[in-house]
Protein backbone atom coordinates (compact mmCIF):
# COMPACT_ATOMS: atom_id res chain seq x y z
CA UNK A 1 0.00 0.00 0.00
CA UNK A 2 1.30 3.48 -0.70
CA UNK A 3 0.67 6.78 1.16
CA UNK A 4 -0.62 9.69 -1.03
CA UNK A 5 0.01 13.24 -0.31
CA UNK A 6 -2.70 15.91 -0.42
CA UNK A 7 -0.04 17.92 -2.18
CA UNK A 8 -0.17 20.67 -4.48
CA UNK A 9 0.81 20.89 -8.39
CA UNK A 10 3.72 22.48 -8.75
CA UNK A 11 5.13 25.10 -11.40
CA UNK A 12 8.80 25.42 -12.27
CA UNK A 13 8.19 28.88 -10.25
CA UNK A 14 7.33 27.16 -6.76
CA UNK A 15 10.68 25.02 -6.62
CA UNK A 16 14.20 26.33 -5.10
CA UNK A 17 17.61 24.83 -4.83
CA UNK A 18 17.44 22.37 -1.85
CA UNK A 19 14.16 22.29 -1.73
CA UNK A 20 12.93 18.54 -1.11
CA UNK A 21 9.95 16.49 -2.20
CA UNK A 22 8.53 13.92 0.29
CA UNK A 23 6.99 10.24 -0.76
CA UNK A 24 5.09 8.15 1.35
CA UNK A 25 5.77 4.11 1.54
CA UNK A 26 4.99 1.67 -0.16
CA UNK A 27 5.45 -2.28 0.89
CA UNK A 28 7.67 -4.69 -1.34
CA UNK A 29 5.21 -7.47 -2.62
CA UNK A 30 6.27 -10.53 -3.45
CA UNK A 31 3.90 -11.14 -6.23
CA UNK A 32 4.52 -7.87 -7.85
CA UNK A 33 8.76 -8.58 -7.35
CA UNK A 34 8.06 -11.88 -9.01
CA UNK A 35 5.69 -10.51 -11.98
CA UNK A 36 7.86 -7.85 -13.07
CA UNK A 37 11.36 -9.74 -13.14
CA UNK A 38 9.69 -12.68 -14.69
CA UNK A 39 8.54 -10.23 -17.94
CA UNK A 40 11.36 -7.98 -17.96
CA UNK A 41 14.63 -9.16 -15.66
CA UNK A 42 14.41 -12.75 -15.29
CA UNK A 43 17.87 -13.10 -13.66
CA UNK A 44 17.32 -16.34 -11.19
CA UNK A 45 18.04 -14.13 -7.93
CA UNK A 46 15.20 -12.12 -8.72
CA UNK A 47 13.42 -15.60 -9.28
CA UNK A 48 13.88 -17.77 -6.98
CA UNK A 49 15.14 -17.80 -3.00
CA UNK A 50 17.56 -20.59 -3.68
CA UNK A 51 19.47 -18.52 -6.07
CA UNK A 52 19.41 -15.45 -4.21
CA UNK A 53 20.94 -17.09 -1.28
CA UNK A 54 23.93 -18.09 -3.66
CA UNK A 55 24.14 -14.89 -4.78
CA UNK A 56 25.80 -11.56 -3.36
CA UNK A 57 22.12 -10.50 -2.36
CA UNK A 58 22.29 -13.07 0.74
CA UNK A 59 18.38 -13.39 -0.18
CA UNK A 60 16.12 -13.39 -3.71
CA UNK A 61 16.45 -9.67 -4.14
CA UNK A 62 14.05 -7.02 -6.24
CA UNK A 63 15.23 -6.17 -10.00
CA UNK A 64 17.10 -2.63 -9.67
CA UNK A 65 14.56 -1.77 -12.33
CA UNK A 66 11.24 -2.70 -10.33
CA UNK A 67 13.00 -0.73 -7.61
CA UNK A 68 13.26 2.58 -9.83
CA UNK A 69 9.35 2.28 -10.74
CA UNK A 70 8.50 1.49 -7.20
CA UNK A 71 10.21 4.73 -6.72
CA UNK A 72 8.43 6.29 -9.81
CA UNK A 73 5.06 5.28 -7.58
CA UNK A 74 6.26 6.93 -4.66
CA UNK A 75 7.21 10.19 -6.41
CA UNK A 76 4.36 10.61 -8.41
CA UNK A 77 2.17 10.14 -5.72
CA UNK A 78 4.27 12.23 -2.88
CA UNK A 79 4.71 15.81 -3.11
CA UNK A 80 6.43 14.91 -6.98
CA UNK A 81 3.34 16.17 -8.83
CA UNK A 82 3.50 19.26 -11.29
CA UNK A 83 0.50 21.10 -13.47
CA UNK A 84 0.40 19.51 -16.83
CA UNK A 85 3.16 16.74 -15.63
CA UNK A 86 6.81 16.12 -15.75
CA UNK A 87 8.68 14.82 -18.44
CA UNK A 88 11.60 13.00 -18.01
CA UNK A 89 14.69 14.43 -20.32
CA UNK A 90 17.41 11.87 -19.37
CA UNK A 91 18.96 9.49 -16.54
CA UNK A 92 22.77 10.75 -15.90
CA UNK A 93 23.38 8.66 -12.85
CA UNK A 94 21.29 5.52 -11.11
CA UNK A 95 22.74 3.36 -8.28
CA UNK A 96 21.30 0.60 -6.76
CA UNK A 97 24.14 0.36 -3.48
CA UNK A 98 21.94 -2.62 -1.23
CA UNK A 99 19.29 -4.53 -2.44
CA UNK A 100 15.52 -4.93 -1.69
CA UNK A 101 13.91 -7.69 -0.49
CA UNK A 102 10.51 -9.15 -0.15
CA UNK A 103 8.83 -6.97 2.77
CA UNK A 104 10.97 -3.64 3.09
CA UNK A 105 9.31 -0.72 3.27
CA UNK A 106 10.76 2.01 0.46
CA UNK A 107 10.06 5.49 0.78
CA UNK A 108 11.79 8.45 -1.36
CA UNK A 109 13.11 12.00 -1.65
CA UNK A 110 13.40 14.34 -4.03
CA UNK A 111 15.93 16.66 -3.97
CA UNK A 112 16.22 20.08 -6.36
CA UNK A 113 20.20 20.12 -7.48
CA UNK A 114 19.67 22.51 -10.54
CA UNK A 115 17.28 24.76 -12.53
CA UNK A 116 17.28 27.16 -15.19
CA UNK A 117 14.20 27.96 -17.85
CA UNK A 118 14.42 26.35 -21.05
CA UNK A 119 16.07 28.35 -24.18
CA UNK A 120 14.25 26.83 -26.69
CA UNK A 121 11.13 26.14 -24.75
CA UNK A 122 10.48 28.72 -22.54
CA UNK A 123 7.37 27.64 -21.53
CA UNK A 124 9.21 25.11 -19.47
CA UNK A 125 11.94 25.06 -16.85
CA UNK A 126 14.50 22.43 -16.73
CA UNK A 127 15.26 20.83 -13.30
CA UNK A 128 17.60 18.55 -12.33
CA UNK A 129 16.42 16.37 -9.77
CA UNK A 130 18.40 14.23 -7.11
CA UNK A 131 16.39 10.91 -5.80
CA UNK A 132 17.28 8.85 -2.76
CA UNK A 133 15.22 5.61 -1.80
CA UNK A 134 15.47 4.39 1.60
CA UNK A 135 14.11 1.11 3.36
CA UNK A 136 12.66 1.27 5.99
CA UNK A 137 16.04 0.76 8.28
CA UNK A 138 16.84 4.06 6.56
CA UNK A 139 19.27 1.97 4.51
CA UNK A 140 19.77 3.71 1.01
CA UNK A 141 18.69 1.17 -1.68
CA UNK A 142 18.53 3.73 -5.31
CA UNK A 143 20.04 7.14 -6.05
CA UNK A 144 19.27 9.01 -9.09
CA UNK A 145 19.97 12.00 -10.57
CA UNK A 146 17.91 13.13 -13.30
CA UNK A 147 17.18 16.16 -15.66
CA UNK A 148 13.46 17.09 -16.22
CA UNK A 149 11.28 19.24 -18.43
CA UNK A 150 8.60 21.06 -16.02
CA UNK A 151 6.04 23.36 -16.98
CA UNK A 152 6.57 27.43 -15.86
CA UNK A 153 3.25 28.94 -14.43
CA UNK A 154 3.68 31.91 -16.79
CA UNK A 155 6.22 31.92 -19.76
CA UNK A 156 7.36 35.37 -21.37
CA UNK A 157 6.06 36.19 -24.60
CA UNK A 158 8.04 35.15 -27.30
CA UNK A 159 9.46 38.23 -29.48
CA UNK A 160 9.07 38.03 -33.01
Known sequence: MTEHF?????SYEDLTIGRRLRTGTIEVRREE??????????QPFHLEETAGQGSVFGG????GWFTAALTMRLMILGEFKFRGGAV?????AIRWPRPVHVGDRLTAETEVA??????SRPAFGIVKFVTTTTNQRGEVVMTKTANV????RAAPPRSE
Not at 88 to 92: D, N, T
Not at 149 to 152: D, S, T
Open 88 to 92: GLGVE
Open 33 to 42: MLAFASRYDP
Open 6 to 10: PAPEL
Open 149 to 152: LIPR
Open 60 to 63: MSAS
Open 114 to 119: AMRVSE
